[in-house]
C-alpha cells in the first residue's frame, strides 16, 4: 500500500486478555517502530526493528510486551494478561533505514482495556 | 530530568505572527533533531529536521539548534489556523538506535 497500514483500528478488550496488534510498513522500508500514546500525552517509544531484529527493545513496559517481524515486512505486538493502564493509541511507523530517517506513522490501534 | 522536554502549552498566537516553539534534551551528544507535527486524532507527520548549530528554513518554517545550550526550537512565520496543532520535539541520543520524543506543545491560531 501507499502507506503504513494498522488493524485493528479500534479493539476493545477485557483486563486478563491478550491482544495482538499488526503492522505493515510501507514496501522497502526495513527500519519499524512501534510507540505508545496516551491520551494527551508523548509518544513513548516500544521497540525498534532493523530488518527482523530488533536491536533496542528497552522500551517496552513489562514482559507482558512483546514484539516480531518476519519477512523483514509486518510486525504483531502482542500484550499478554492486558491491563487497564495498557489503555493507549498504539502507533507503528516505518523509515527506509534506522533512526535518521523520516519516520511515516500509521493511523494508529485505539486500545481499551475495560 | 526528562531526556526531551516541551512546554505542553497551549500556545496561543494570533493569525500572520511568529509561534516560537521550544525543545530542550538532556544527552549533550545527541546528534540529530526533529519536529512532527500532530492534528487532533491524526498521526505525527515530520515537519522539519536539522543536525547542525544554526538555523535551517523550509517555507514558513525555520528550525534553530544550539547544541551548546542543548535546545532545538522551531519558529512558523505568518501562523495560519491550520497550522493549529501539536508540535512533537524527537531527538536521537548518542548512541542509541531510537528516537525520544517530547511530550508536545499544543499550539493554537487564533483568528
Known amino acids: 500500500g501507499a502507506g503504513v497500514s494498522q488493524s485493528p483500528s479500534n479493539k476493545v478488550t477485557e483486563k486478563g486478555k491478550d491482544v495482538e496488534l499488526r503492522c505493515d510498513p510501507i514496501?522497502?522500508?526495513?527500519?519499524l517502530y512501534w510507540y505508545r500514546q496516551s491520551l494527551g500525552q508523548g509518544l513513548e517509544f516500544l521497540i525498534y526493528f532493523q530488518g527482523n531484529s530488533a536491536p533496542d527493545k528497552s522500551g517496552l513496559p513489562s514482559d507482558r510486551f512483546s514484539a516480531e517481524r518476519t519477512g523483514g515486512s509486518v510486525s504483531t505486538l502482542t500484550i499478554q494478561r492486558t491491563q487497564q493502564e495498557d489503555s493507549a493509541v498504539y502507533l507503528c511507523a516505518s523509515s527506509l533505514a534506522g533512526v535518521l530517517n523520516e519516520q511515516f506513522f500509521g493511523p494508529g490501534t485505539r486500545l481499551t482495556v475495560l | 530530568q526528562k531526556e526531551v522536554e516541551q512546554n505542553s502549552g497551549p500556545l496561543s498566537v494570533p493569525e500572520g505572527a511568529i509561534a516560537s516553539l521550544n525543545c530542550t534534551y538532556s544527552d549533550r551528544g545527541s546528534q540529530s533533531f526533529f519536529w512532527y507535527r500532530q492534528y487532533s486524532g491524526k498521526s505525527p507527520e515530520l515537519i522539519m529536521f536539522?543536525?547542525?548549530?544554526g538555523d535551517k528554513e523550509d517555507g514558513r518554517f525555520t528550525a534553530q539548534l544550539n547544541k551548546a545550550s542543548q535546545y532545538v526550537s522551531l519558529l512558523i512565520r505568518d501562523s495560519q489556523p491550520s497550522d493549529s496543532a501539536t508540535y512533537l520535539c524527537a531527538v536521537n541520543p548518542s548512541s542509541a538506535s531510537k528516537i525520544i520524543f517530547g511530550s508536545g506543545t499544543r499550539l493554537s491560531i487564533r483568528p
Open positions: 514496501s522497502g522500508h526495513t527500519a
Open positions: 536539522i543536525y547542525s548549530n
